[in-house]
């Protein structure tokens, strides 16, 4: 076959041309800068700031200066790209030689070789084909994935998590007390923006993670240790009863004399001090009855704000003892609770 009649196969298949008409979606990682900024500038056109700082989102650990010096060079070196009405634009028509390639891909739906993809075209017919490789590189319909293989621009392409990755995450999330948003996880142990992979699905999944806010996740063992630790029976429970007697007393009188619904007073006992609650009477459950029965609540102090755990079903509110222990409460102390804003 000429190489002449080759091109006259690929205008063909130009005008058979058809746009996506469904959602793709693909496991796997974009190859490098330029394929992000194709994937960026598929949807709509940017600015050059836009377009940089979706792509520091989307590769948070690439050193900045970098990353900047390889949008530039990519924008100015590939054919793809065009400025006009000050933003960055991509030609989606491609290059007519590569259709066939297109056509493929949005048929088969998955990545594969460029190997595979010239094997495809002989198989239909097309004996010498008038393409290389690094041809689909300057063509703003394909993709390039880290194992090598080609997919197209508008296919949703992200990583899907491994047991060994979900591994990684539990190693991280046991280094830290308190928990950690998705968006640093994904940072920490992918390198990658949180849109970049399915972890918060595979969390979900996952009996080892709780989410204890939106975004924000924690082992469960480690509440399940702290509740443990909280509701151990007391080994000086019986030393502590004439101060338990003492302050129930002045509980009560703290109730008749309540006169603003919208606070409660807690007076704290050793215990509370020792292991660093509240114990949520019935009075002040009924200021966090909306909260979610485990939750990581941030609490408004005199010092800034204080993250502590809300343990519905066990009616405690834990994770105070360090702000216990900078204002130096004694057992007798009166603490104010309010809802915050």
Same mark, same amino acid.
């Given at each position: 076959?000429?190489?002449?009649?080759?091109? !006259?196969?690929?205008?063909?298949? @130009?005008?058979?041309?058809?746009?996506?008409?469904?959602?793709?979606? =693909?496991?796997?990682?974009? $190859?490098?800068?330029?394929?992000?900024?194709?994937?960026?500038?598929?949807?709509?056109?940017?600015?050059?700031?836009?377009?940089?700082?979706?792509?520091?989102? @989307?590769?948070?650990?690439?050193?900045?200066?970098?990353?900047?010096?390889?949008?530039?060079?990519?924008?100015?070196?590939?054919?793809?790209?065009? *400025?006009?009405?000050?933003?960055?634009?991509?030609?989606?028509?491609? !290059?007519?030689?590569?259709?066939?390639?297109?056509?493929?891909?949005?048929?088969?739906?998955?990545?594969?070789?460029?190997?595979?993809?010239?094997?495809?075209?002989?198989?239909?017919?097309?004996?010498?084909?008038?393409?290389?490789?690094?041809?689909?590189?300057?063509?703003?319909?394909?993709?390039?994935?880290?194992?090598?293989?080609?997919?197209?621009?508008?296919?949703?392409?992200?990583?899907?998590?491994?047991?060994?990755?979900?591994?990684? =995450?539990?190693?991280?999330?046991?280094?830290?007390?308190?928990?950690?948003?998705?968006?640093? /996880?994904?940072?920490? =142990? *992918?390198?990658?923006?949180?849109?970049?992979?399915?972890? $918060?699905?595979?969390?979900?999944?996952?009996?080892? *993670?709780?989410?204890?806010?939106?975004?924000?996740?924690?082992?469960?063992?480690?509440?399940?240790?702290?509740?443990?630790?909280?509701? $151990?029976?007391?080994?000086?429970?019986? /030393?502590?009863?004439?101060?338990?007697?003492?302050?129930?007393?002045?509980?009560?009188?703290?109730? /008749?004399?309540?006169?603003?619904?919208?606070?409660?007073?807690?007076?704290? !006992?050793?215990?509370?001090?020792?292991?660093?609650?509240?114990?949520?009477?019935?009075?002040?459950?009924?200021?966090?009855?909306?909260?979610?029965?485990?939750?990581?609540?941030?609490?408004?102090?005199?010092?800034?704000?204080?993250?502590?755990?809300?343990?519905?079903?066990?009616?405690?509110?834990?994770?105070?003892?360090?702000?216990?222990?900078?204002?130096?409460?004694?057992?007798?102390?009166?603490?104010? =609770? !309010?809802?915050?804003?």
């Amino acid at each position: 076959m000429s190489k002449n009649k080759a091109k !006259s196969k690929a205008k063909k298949a @130009k005008n058979k041309f058809t746009a996506p008409a469904s959602v793709v979606r =693909v496991n796997g990682r974009l $190859a490098n800068v330029l394929d992000h900024i194709k994937q960026a500038l598929y949807h709509e056109p940017l600015t050059y700031e836009e377009l940089y700082q979706l792509l520091r989102e @989307k590769l948070p650990l690439m050193d900045p200066e970098k990353l900047d010096r390889d949008v530039k060079r990519c924008l100015g070196n590939n054919i793809s790209f065009y *400025f006009r009405n000050n933003r960055w634009q991509m030609d989606k028509t491609g !290059s007519p030689g590569n259709d066939p390639f297109y056509q493929y891909l949005m048929t088969l739906g998955y990545p594969v070789t460029f190997r595979e993809l010239v094997s495809l075209a002989r198989e239909n017919g097309w004996e010498e084909l008038p393409v290389r490789e690094q041809d689909l590189a300057y063509d703003g319909r394909f993709i390039r994935l880290k194992n090598g293989k080609w997919g197209l621009t508008y296919w949703q392409v992200s990583l899907e998590v491994s047991l060994q990755e979900l591994n990684a =995450v539990v190693r991280l999330l046991q280094r830290h007390e308190y928990p950690l948003d998705v968006e640093r /996880i994904c940072r920490e =142990v *992918f390198g990658l923006g949180v849109t970049e992979t399915n972890l $918060a699905q595979a969390m979900k999944k996952d009996p080892r *993670f709780l989410e204890v806010a939106p975004g924000l996740w924690c082992l469960k063992s480690k509440i399940d240790a702290l509740i443990a630790d909280i509701t $151990a029976p007391d080994e000086f429970a019986f /030393i502590r009863q004439a101060e338990v007697n003492a302050l129930q007393e002045a509980e009560l009188m703290l109730i /008749i004399e309540e006169a603003d619904a919208s606070k409660r007073e807690y007076i704290v !006992s050793s215990w509370d001090l020792e292991k660093g609650v509240l114990r949520l009477s019935k009075r002040l459950v009924e200021l966090l009855e909306p909260i979610d029965k485990i939750a990581y609540l941030k609490v408004k102090t005199g010092n800034g704000e204080l993250g502590v755990w809300f343990l519905k079903e066990h009616r405690y509110l834990a994770g105070l003892k360090p702000w216990f222990e900078e204002y130096g409460l004694e057992p007798g102390s009166k603490v104010e =609770v !309010s809802p915050g804003d």
